[in-house]
């Protein structure tokens, strides 16, 4: 397994993080290179590729050899995954960032009610005040958006409705899925690849690309495949934040925050964005919410572990685009 020092593991997520998401912004709404089914197609090969020599080379130890009734139990989580980072690209080809990453939290919101949920948690009256907070902040942003873009915004919903499915499905049946993080991910990019090649054909995205006008320039390619190898490397490194923070400073919910609030902030001087005051004061809101939920809820955990005695460890995360 590859192993990542005490902080350096989450300042790389949070570079990461960063760099995919500029990437995938460049490639989706400068370029304009908005067909999903080609750029996510090539994204998850890309993934699946750099796994399979990592796993070669003792980088990583992936189960690739996944029986068909252990992947049929997982076919859901497949399922989800695939509808998430092409609804994930579609959205964030119109959405700006600060935009993009504000109703993001939506997601984090189905993550901890998720777990609290699960476990049988009684949350305290701050931290449901939290929880409700990013729910109204979100909506807010949405609301005083002066970019609306209803596709944007009905594309978001999908990918945070199916990004919720998949946490969820990961945490309740969590017991019966019996294969690793690393095999889930390798099995999602396969999955998602095979799905996604006949359909970039079938829904006229591989016709439609021809017209494209950046189709030979270099950038382009070189975009697209930074944006493959970044995403996968993203998706490693919050595996290995999860399993190694008892040894890191940050968790994985609080590395994520973060990172959400860093990209939001340096996206400013490159991505093209009109705000108003209000739509401002809610983005801040909401990211702060988040980041603030992560912070306290994280905190709560740490005091119960050390009271207990007992290791806590934080359920599967669906890092985005996620993912895109």
């Not at 016709?207 to 320039?217: I, K």
């Not at 705000?275 to 004061?281: G, R």
């Amino acid at each position: 397994m590859l192993v990542w020092g005490t902080n350096k593991g989450v300042v790389l997520y949070v570079l990461l993080f960063i760099a995919t998401n500029f990437v995938n912004k460049y490639v989706l709404s400068v370029l304009k290179f908005t067909y999903p089914t080609i750029f996510q197609g090539w994204q998850t090969l890309m993934g699946a590729i750099v796994l399979r020599l990592l796993s070669l080379t003792g980088k990583l130890e992936i189960n690739s050899d996944i029986d068909r009734f252990t992947l049929l139990k997982w076919s859901p989580g497949l399922l989800s995954f695939v509808i998430s980072i092409y609804s994930g690209s579609k959205a964030l080809s119109v959405l700006p960032i600060p935009i993009f990453m504000s109703l993001l939290t939506v997601v984090d919101f189905i993550f901890h009610v998720t777990d609290l949920t699960i476990s049988k948690k009684i949350p305290s009256a701050k931290k449901c005040g939290l929880l409700m907070f990013i729910l109204l902040s979100s909506v807010m942003v949405s609301w005083t958006d002066p970019q609306f873009v209803e596709t944007g915004y009905f594309w978001m919903a999908v990918h945070i409705l199916s990004s919720g499915c998949y946490i969820i499905y990961s945490k309740v049946f969590k017991s019966c899925i019996e294969i690793s993080e690393l095999g889930r991910l390798y099995a999602n990019y396969i999955y998602s690849f095979i799905v996604l090649a006949p359909c970039s054909y079938f829904l006229g995205d591989a016709l439609a690309a021809r017209e494209f006008p950046f189709l030979y320039f270099y950038k382009f390619y070189v975009g697209c495949a930074l944006s493959g190898v970044f995403g996968v490397c993203l998706a490693v490194c919050a595996i290995q934040i999860k399993d190694s923070q008892l040894c890191l400073s940050m968790s994985l919910a609080q590395s994520s925050a973060w990172a959400k609030v860093a990209v939001s902030i340096s996206s400013l001087p490159f991505f093209e964005m009109v705000p108003n005051v209000k739509n401002t004061i809610w983005v801040v809101a909401c990211l702060t919410a988040a980041t603030l939920c992560a912070e306290y809820i994280d905190e709560s955990d740490d005091s119960k572990k050390k009271l207990d005695g007992n290791d806590i460890k934080l359920p599967s995360m669906m890092t985005t685009f996620e993912s895109v």
